[in-house]
């Protein structure tokens, strides 16, 4: 008999994750997924385009919840799950990240006996201001099994505790890591013409976009380097928006802002820029695997290990730092990539093989 897994996506991130984990367990004929996706990333070019390019099979229940205060949206998001545990009752339930879909979907299978499996488990950016830190922290502590990226994930979760806490912490690499390898090769040209030299940029987290002051040293910043170089900005709707609200003018700029893209745009964009700036925990990961520096548009991350080792800078949100941060790896070019940080692209099938023991 299958095992039955009821797997909740609901942001960009988690599309691609799915994706690779998706694939290994229907090639094992031994699990029977069922898949939520709460709605939480509505835009068409945010969401569609991902299970239209990557193959992932369309969600059996989208739970259309959205647009509102994080404990609406949760709270909606938790009620519809139930919905959808009571009439499909798995043997367990799959959530990945840090997002409001991945704490509710762990809070409703927790408290009906599901047993929970989180995968990107243990990442700490020790910053409690911000809601995806909320989530990954509660959502670690009510798992069954904690499917940890990196080394440092696992130490932190045992810095908590969590060898005193009934639950399995495995080391299983990073599937986005999974992910670039597989997808690397079927990168897709975003239609727009780009330079031919460009640094690629994302800015969305709510801490820049909704400190005005900061989105202004940000793009001062941005204005400035890309005098150097062109940036290339595929523009987040909520980003978009806020700029429009400081009368910022698009058109009098080196900046090519292009609409949001798909994952194998974004592939295509990462593999051919010269460097990467950026607020997305995700990106950073990204730069790395396609072999790119990056500059980190936050305060702190959760991905410390690219610090440590000098392949990232976290430069915040503030002018001179971002331009200081730019100018120092304008001047670095002995970095070597080598390294297997995230594994070795095998995350999906450790995955499944822990699930079926």
Not at 263 to 278: A, P, Q, S
Not at 279 to 291: C, H, I, L
Not at 297 to 321: C, M, S
Request: charged letters at 20%; aromatic letters at 10%; a negative charge.
């Amino acid at each position: 008999m299958k095992l039955k897994i009821v797997t909740i996506i609901g942001a960009r991130p988690q599309f691609i994750k799915a994706a690779v984990v998706s694939r290994v367990f229907v090639n094992s004929k031994k699990i029977n997924e069922v898949i939520i996706h709460t709605g939480q990333h509505f835009d068409s070019n945010m969401s569609d385009v991902f299970f239209d390019q990557m193959s992932i099979p369309k969600p059996d229940y989208n739970l259309g919840v959205n647009g509102l205060t994080h404990g609406a949206m949760t709270g909606k998001m938790i009620e519809g799950i139930e919905v959808v545990l009571l009439k499909e009752k798995p043997d367990w339930l799959l959530v990945y990240g840090d997002t409001n879909s991945t704490l509710a979907g762990a809070l409703a299978a927790k408290k009906m006996g599901i047993k929970v499996a989180h995968v990107e488990a243990g990442l700490r950016s020790y910053n409690m201001g911000m809601p995806e830190e909320i989530n990954r922290i509660l959502t670690d502590r009510i798992s069954d099994v904690l499917f940890c990226p990196t080394n440092i994930a696992v130490s932190n979760l045992y810095k908590e505790g969590y060898e005193n806490i009934s639950c399995r912490i495995i080391n299983s690499g990073d599937v986005m890591q999974d992910a670039a390898l597989f997808y690397s090769d079927k990168a897709q040209k975003p239609a727009v013409d780009l330079p031919n030299r460009f640094i690629l940029a994302t800015i969305h987290r709510a801490e820049n976009t909704d400190d005005l002051d900061a989105l202004k040293s940000i793009f001062e910043s941005f204005e400035f380097i890309s005098k150097q170089t062109k940036i290339v900005l595929p523009l987040h709707p909520r980003t978009k928006q806020k700029l429009i609200d400081i009368n910022y003018n698009f058109n009098s700029t080196n900046i090519v802002f292009i609409e949001p893209v798909g994952y194998l745009e974004m592939v295509f964009l990462l593999k051919n820029c010269d460097l990467v700036m950026t607020d997305s925990g995700g990106v950073q990961k990204e730069a790395y695997f396609f072999s790119k520096l990056c500059i980190t548009l936050r305060n702190e991350t959760e991905w410390t290990e690219l610090v440590d080792y000098g392949f990232n800078i976290i430069a915040g949100n503030q002018t001179e730092k971002i331009i200081n941060s730019f100018n120092e790896f304008v001047m670095k070019n002995d970095c070597s990539f080598e390294m297997e940080l995230y594994g070795s692209g095998n995350a999906g099938s450790l995955i499944l093989n822990e699930i079926l023991k």
